[in-house]
């Protein structure tokens, strides 16, 4: 079974400027959750999405989006880019029921911003 | 609401001392407990999990974890590290039986010492 993918890996953007991360789940997986890492914060949750429809929330800034779409893929959304949002953004997906609560990590989106 | 905290954010240890990492929640309900891990370079990936029952629980690599309700804690035990346990290690809760998101400690920095 394919593991989660993102893309893309890194990205180089500047102060103003938007970006799309993409997430593709296991299959089969109908939960998509996205998360902050950065050094001495660890892993700050965004958001998550369950069957195209957002069910957490994070306490990010309006700026942070996201969205799923029938085929459990999702994408987030950073507008009007911060210096203080480089960092790797972490999609994990995971299944339902009990084994709703394991997630899946990707390999993550490396997003740097001059 | 949860949250999660991570007694040491940086351990040096040399090759087969024991480990003990400490990981304290805070939330008045049933809950979910995790240990995740991120060898350098690689994904996030789940070192083990505590749903019910034996609150000491196995996990790969010849990690446990000791569940003590009493003191809300799950922290994270080995008896004599390698060199290849070097990682950072996350531990992570979320309220049981409730569509609620995985909250994640900020992390402990583990170097093991060839």
């Known amino acids: 079974k394919a593991g989660v993918t993102q893309t893309p890996r890194y990205l180089i953007k500047t102060r103003g400027q938007q970006v799309t991360l993409s997430c593709s789940p296991i299959s089969g997986h109908r939960s998509v959750s996205w998360y902050q890492q950065t050094p001495g914060q660890g892993l700050q949750f965004l958001f998550e999405y369950f069957s195209e429809t957002q069910r957490n929330k994070g306490n990010f800034p309006g700026r942070f989006s996201g969205r799923q779409f029938s085929n459990s893929r999702s994408e987030m959304n950073v507008s009007t880019l911060e210096l203080g949002d480089s960092a790797l953004y972490l999609c994990?997906?995971?299944?339902?029921?009990?084994?709703?609560?394991?997630?899946?990590f990707g390999p993550g989106t490396r997003l740097t911003v001059l | 609401a949860q949250s999660v905290s991570q007694h040491n954010h940086h351990v040096i240890l040399s090759e087969a001392a024991s480990l003990e990492l400490g990981c304290n929640y805070s939330?008045?309900?049933?809950?979910?407990l995790f240990w995740y891990v991120q060898y350098p370079g690689q994904h996030l990936q789940l070192l083990l999990k505590y749903f019910s029952g034996d609150p000491l629980v196995k996990g790969i690599k010849g990690f446990e974890a000791e569940f003590i309700k009493s003191k809300f804690s799950f922290n994270l035990r080995k008896p004599s590290v390698q060199w290849s346990d070097t990682a950072e290690y996350f531990c992570?809760?979320?309220?049981?039986?409730?569509?609620?998101?995985?909250?994640f400690g900020k992390g402990t920095r583990l170097h093991i010492l060839p």
């Open positions: 939330y008045g309900g049933t809950v979910n």
């Open positions: 994990a997906s995971s299944g339902t029921g009990i084994i709703r609560n394991e997630q899946f």
């Open positions: 992570a809760v979320n309220a049981k039986n409730r569509d609620d998101k995985i909250i």
